[in-house]
C-alpha cells in the first residue's frame, strides 16, 4: 500500500457525530456497492453497523471508538471506506476483505459529542469529556480466566465485536485509539523489520507530529523500540498488581481486551494500536536528563492525584445519593469512589522501593508527570465529576467549584508550557500510515 497517497487526506475541521457515522455508514455502502448490515444493538439499544468491502483471501477488522472519547479512527474509516470505493484495484490488491465499524461504543460516543465541533481547548476537552470506568469499557470487557481471576461480563457492545470475531477470525485487526496529550506511540502484537519502525518514524517526522519520548503509559509495558511496544492486556494488569503488593482480585474489576480475545481465536492474527495526541508540546520529546529522578517525579505525580481525588471525594458521595443504575454517570462515579487510593499507596511504595526510579528522569518524563497529574488526573477527573454532577442536579456551587479547579489545572498546564492543537487531517494521516505499513510489513515477511 502505497503511503503517498495519504497525501490526500483532506483537511477535517471536526469530527462525525453517531447520527452523522450512522448516516455515512449506509450512504457510502450503497455508493461503492458495498455490504452493510446490522450486527447488534448498544446497551441504550442504538444499532451497530458493519461494512464489508473486498473479497481477499485474508479478513481486516477495523473499528472505532474503542473508547468513546477517541473520535479521529472514525474519520481514518471514513478515509478507507471512500478509499476503496473510488479505487477498486487498490482494494484488490491488498488481499484482504475489510471490515469496518464507525463506532464500537455508540451509547459513549454521544456522551462526548459536545466537543467534537468548534476549536478545540483544554477547558473544552476537560468540560465536555466521557470516559467509562473499565468494567463499562467495551475494549476491557472481554472474558478472561487467569489464576484465581475470572471475568464473565461482557458488555453487549463487547458481545457484538465478539460475534464478529468469531465469524470472521480476523488474520489483521486496528482498534482505532487515540491518546489526549502528548506524543504518538504504537502497539503491536509483533514486531516487524527495522524498515517498518524507521518508515513511521520518518512519517511522522514530516507529518510534524512528535513522538512521545515521555514515561510508558503503563509501567509494565515491554519495549520494542522507543515508543513502539508490544500490546498489553490483562494478564499484564494482573502481575502488575501482585508486583507492587496489591491483591488484583480486589484491585481488578475488569475483563481483558480485543487483542487477546482474538489471539484465543486466531493465534496467528496482528493487532496493531496507535495512540495520536489531540494536543502537544515540544517537551515531550526533550530527552535531555533533568535535576530530578524519576522517583521524584512520580512521587510528586501520585501526590498531585491524591490530592485532586481527596478533593472531589464528597461531590461523589453526593451524586451517588442522586444517580442510579444504569445511569452512565452512576457507573462513573461508583467506581471512582471504589478506587480511592486503592492504587496510590502501593504505587508509592513501588516508586520508593524499585531501583527502576533511581536514575535522573528526562525533561520528556518530568513533562509526562506533570501532565498526568493537570490533565488526565485533574482536568478530566473535575470535568468528568462536574458533568455528573449536573446529571444529579447538586447545588450550582459544586458545579462552579470545579468549573474552577478546571480551570486551574488549565492554566498549570499552559504556564509549563506552550501546548498546540495537531490539525486532525496529520493525524488521520498518522493512523492511516500505521496501518499501510503494517500491511506492506505483513507481506514482506
Known amino acids: 500500500m502505497d503511503i ?6 483532506p483537511d477535517y475541521d471536526s469530527f462525525l457525530t453517531l447520527e452523522e457515522l450512522d448516516t455515512r455508514a449506509f450512504e457510502l455502502s450503497k455508493k461503492y456497492g458495498f455490504q452493510v448490515r446490522e450486527v447488534g444493538k448498544s446497551e441504550n439499544n442504538h444499532p451497530m453497523y458493519l461494512i464489508k468491502a473486498g473479497k481477499g483471501s485474508k479478513n481486516a477488522f477495523v473499528w472505532g471508538f474503542p473508547h468513546p472519547n477517541e473520535p479521529i479512527g472514525s ?29 464500537a461504543d455508540p451509547d459513549g460516543t454521544r456522551l462526548n459529542e459536545q466537543w467534537f465541533k468548534g476549536r478545540l481547548t483544554l477547558d473544552r476537552y476537560f468540560i465536555n469529556f466521557y470516559r467509562p470506568p473499565a468494567n463499562r469499557m467495551i475494549d476491557w470487557t472481554f472474558p478472561v480466566q487467569y489464576k484465581d481471576f475470572k471475568w464473565k461480563e ?44 524507521d518508515s513511521l518514524k520518518r512519517f511522522t517526522e514530516k507529518l510534524g507530529i512528535p513522538l512521545h519520548m515521555g514515561e510508558p503509559e503503563e509501567e509494565f509495558m515491554k519495549e520494542i523500540v522507543k515508543p513502539f511496544y508490544f500490546d498489553f492486556g490483562f494478564v499484564d494488569y494482573y502481575e502488575q498488581m501482585k508486583k507492587i503488593g496489591k491483591n488484583p482480585v480486589d484491585v481488578l474489576k475488569h475483563g481483558d481486551n480485543s487483542t487477546f480475545y482474538l489471539l484465543s481465536q486466531n493465534p496467528k492474527a496482528v493487532v496493531i494500536k496507535g495512540e495520536v495526541p489531540y494536543f502537544y508540546s515540544d517537551k515531550i520529546i526533550d530527552n535531555f536528563p533533568s535535576s530530578k529522578t524519576r522517583r521524584e517525579a512520580w512521587l510528586s505525580f501520585l501526590e498531585n492525584s491524591k490530592k485532586h481525588l481527596k478533593f472531589v471525594q464528597p461531590i461523589v458521595e453526593k451524586t451517588l445519593d442522586k444517580l442510579q443504575e444504569p445511569n452512565a454517570w452512576y457507573y462513573l462515579m461508583k467506581d471512582m469512589k471504589r478506587r480511592w487510593d486503592i492504587r496510590t499507596e502501593a504505587m ?9 526510579f533511581d536514575r535522573k528522569a528526562t525533561e520528556a518524563e518530568i513533562f509526562d508527570c506533570l501532565l498526568g497529574s493537570y490533565f488526565y488526573s485533574g482536568g478530566l477527573l473535575f470535568g468528568q465529576v462536574r458533568r455528573a454532577a449536573l446529571e444529579s442536579g447538586l447545588d450550582s456551587g459544586d458545579v462552579k ?8 489545572c488549565s492554566k498549570t498546564i499552559s504556564s ?11 493525524l488521520v494521516q498518522l493512523q492511516l500510515g500505521v496501518l499501510f505499513e503494517t500491511v506492506n510489513a505483513i507481506s514482506r515477511k
Open 4 to 9: 503517498e497517497i495519504l497525501n490526500n487526506v
Open 75 to 103: 474519520l481514518t474509516i471514513d478515509w478507507l471506506v471512500n478509499y476503496f470505493g473510488e479505487n477498486p484495484e487498490a482494494l484488490g490488491q491488498t488481499g484482504y476483505t475489510w471490515h469496518f465499524m464507525y463506532t
Open 154 to 197: 461482557p458488555l453487549k457492545e463487547t458481545r457484538v465485536l465478539m460475534d464478529i470475531i468469531n465469524e470472521i477470525k480476523p488474520d489483521l485487526m486496528y482498534p482505532i485509539h487515540n491518546s489526549g496529550f502528548g506524543g504518538a506511540y504504537f502497539f503491536s502484537t509483533r514486531k516487524f523489520d527495522s524498515n517498518y519502525y
Open 401 to 408: 467549584i470545579l468549573k474552577g479547579k478546571i480551570e486551574e
Open 348 to 356: 508509592r511504595n513501588y516508586v520508593n522501593s524499585s531501583p527502576d
Open 416 to 426: 509549563e508550557t506552550d501546548w498546540e492543537v495537531l490539525p486532525i487531517k496529520k
